[in-house]
């Protein structure tokens, strides 16, 4: 079988890293991938790992109001420019990664089966709506996406709505070099690391992360706190300018990196004591299990994707709201009693290893993809 991914932006956020491993990994199961994405790093990374690839005109959020609208503009060139990819693919699938690609690709081809990944818990809800008629299977990437389609979706689509998280790749299992990662980053060799990795966008909540370190910093004033992520599309300038002001004014800036420029998470992870995940409404939470991958101890807001990825006090610690008080006092407890902070680590391993695998979604993907064309198939069959 042969499945055409379809993704209009092409800067490394976590649904577009998701997109790039599932991508590169499905082979192994028998899936044949091609890719339509426009040109940037996105683009270079699959075309480097040797995948087809396929550019496609780019759609960007607006800056005002619901950030899945899309100009239309961008949605009269996109439709045309899948259009044109599958007919040189010749698919069985169209896999959209996100509710702009199903809106590029629900015209293109009306016998070819479309799936919308659904990524989300914000989206403009009528347009969701319209568009959802079309796909003939919706994966969310988590419960918590689950929850939020059944809430805005008709009843008649639910059944074509199954959840599907995402995979963390068998190179994430493999502890990294602490002091190689510290270095490497200009991190201090020795004292505690607490991180948060999350690109610049408010629901992340990274002024709570800086409130928490604040907090712990009173007790271990030789804790150092590192964010790593940018201002991915451009469109928060302001929230970096308060965030950075809001370190100064906290006396964090001798102890406190912002690192823009990191390749993947594994490069950095290893630097970390603890990994902080103050986001509210996040959709699954990919990096904390990048994070519990690695072993690193994860405290997250309860709430959405983090709640269903760990099991408090067992495989990490979830807080409720993401009070930056309550983050700091547990990430302090876990820094007092190292045992404790690498039995959790342990369990979160062990966890993600379980139900998260890169293997078992790609799996599941090929199942479902086949499913989805014996079904199309014997429908076609049926019309005559």
Same mark, same amino acid.
């Given at each position: 079988?042969?499945?055409?991914?379809?993704?209009?932006?092409?800067? +490394? *956020?976590?649904?577009?890293?998701?997109?790039?491993?599932? $991508?590169?990994?499905?082979?192994?199961?028998?899936?044949?991938?091609?890719?339509?994405?426009?040109?940037?790093?996105?683009?270079?990374?699959?075309?480097?790992?040797?995948?087809?690839?396929?550019?496609?005109?780019?759609?960007?959020?607006?800056?005002?109001?619901? #950030?899945?609208?899309?100009?239309?503009?961008?949605?009269?060139?996109?439709?045309?420019?899948?259009?044109?990819?599958? #007919?040189?693919?010749?698919?069985?699938?169209?896999?959209?990664?996100?509710?702009?690609?199903?809106?590029?690709?629900?015209?293109?081809?009306?016998?070819?089966?479309?799936?919308?990944?659904?990524?989300?818990?914000?989206?403009?809800?009528?347009?969701?709506?319209?568009?959802?008629?079309?796909?003939?299977?919706?994966?969310?990437?988590?419960?918590?996406?689950?929850?939020?389609?059944?809430?805005?979706?008709?009843?008649?689509?639910?059944?074509?709505?199954?959840?599907? $998280?995402?995979?963390?790749?068998?190179?994430?299992?493999?502890?990294?070099?602490?002091?190689?990662?510290?270095?490497?980053?200009?991190?201090?060799?020795?004292?505690?690391?607490?991180?948060?990795?999350?690109?610049?966008?408010?629901?992340?909540?990274?002024?709570?992360?800086?409130?928490?370190?604040?907090?712990?910093?009173?007790?271990?004033?030789?804790?150092?706190?590192?964010?790593?992520? #940018?201002?991915?599309?451009?469109?928060?300038?302001?929230?970096?300018?308060?965030?950075?002001?809001?370190?100064?004014?906290?006396?964090?800036? /001798?102890?406190?990196?912002?690192? %823009?420029?990191?390749?993947?998470?594994?490069?950095?992870?290893?630097?970390?004591? +603890?990994?902080?995940?103050?986001?509210?409404?996040?959709?699954?939470? #990919?990096?904390? $299990?990048?994070?519990?991958?690695?072993?690193?101890?994860?405290?997250?807001?309860?709430?959405?994707?983090?709640?269903?990825?760990?099991?408090?006090?067992?495989? *990490?610690?979830?807080?409720?709201?993401?009070?930056?008080?309550?983050?700091?006092?547990?990430?302090?407890?876990?820094?007092?009693?190292?045992?404790?902070?690498?039995?959790?680590?342990?369990?979160?391993?062990?966890?993600?290893?379980?139900?998260? %695998?890169?293997?078992?979604? $790609? /799996?599941?993907?090929?199942? /479902?993809?086949?499913?989805?064309?014996?079904?199309?198939?014997?429908?076609?069959?049926?019309?005559?």
């Amino acid at each position: 079988m042969r499945v055409l991914w379809v993704e209009l932006i092409s800067e +490394l *956020g976590g649904a577009q890293h998701s997109l790039l491993e599932t $991508c590169v990994a499905l082979p192994s199961v028998g899936v044949d991938v091609a890719v339509a994405v426009p040109y940037g790093p996105l683009f270079d990374r699959l075309t480097a790992a040797g995948l087809a690839v396929f550019p496609v005109a780019p759609a960007r959020a607006k800056k005002r109001g619901w #950030r899945l609208f899309v100009t239309s503009a961008q949605l009269l060139r996109a439709p045309n420019t899948v259009f044109q990819i599958m #007919r040189a693919v010749k698919p069985d699938i169209v896999h959209a990664n996100s509710l702009q690609a199903l809106l590029a690709s629900r015209h293109a081809f009306s016998s070819i089966p479309i799936i919308w990944h659904a990524r989300d818990v914000r989206m403009p809800v009528l347009i969701a709506r319209r568009a959802s008629k079309d796909a003939l299977r919706i994966f969310a990437s988590s419960d918590a996406v689950y929850e939020y389609l059944v809430h805005i979706l008709s009843p008649g689509i639910l059944n074509r709505v199954h959840v599907i $998280c995402d995979g963390i790749g068998p190179a994430r299992f493999t502890p990294g070099d602490k002091s190689a990662a510290r270095q490497r980053f200009g991190l201090p060799a020795g004292g505690p690391v607490i991180g948060m990795i999350a690109h610049v966008v408010p629901w992340k909540r990274h002024d709570d992360f800086i409130l928490a370190a604040a907090e712990i910093r009173k007790v271990r004033p030789d804790a150092h706190f590192v964010i790593v992520g #940018r201002d991915l599309l451009n469109d928060h300038a302001g929230l970096v300018s308060k965030l950075k002001n809001q370190v100064a004014q906290a006396g964090l800036g /001798e102890v406190f990196h912002w690192i %823009t420029k990191c390749d993947s998470s594994n490069d950095i992870l290893p630097a970390f004591d +603890l990994l902080l995940h103050p986001a509210q409404r996040e959709p699954f939470g #990919r990096v904390i $299990c990048e994070a519990m991958a690695a072993s690193i101890p994860v405290i997250a807001t309860e709430s959405g994707g983090p709640a269903s990825i760990i099991q408090h006090r067992v495989s *990490g610690i979830l807080v409720r709201d993401g009070d930056p008080p309550l983050m700091a006092e547990e990430a302090l407890a876990l820094l007092f009693s190292p045992g404790h902070a690498a039995t959790l680590g342990a369990a979160g391993h062990d966890r993600v290893l379980k139900l998260f %695998t890169m293997r078992g979604v $790609c /799996e599941q993907l090929a199942k /479902e993809y086949g499913d989805l064309i014996a079904t199309s198939s014997a429908r076609r069959d049926a019309d005559g």
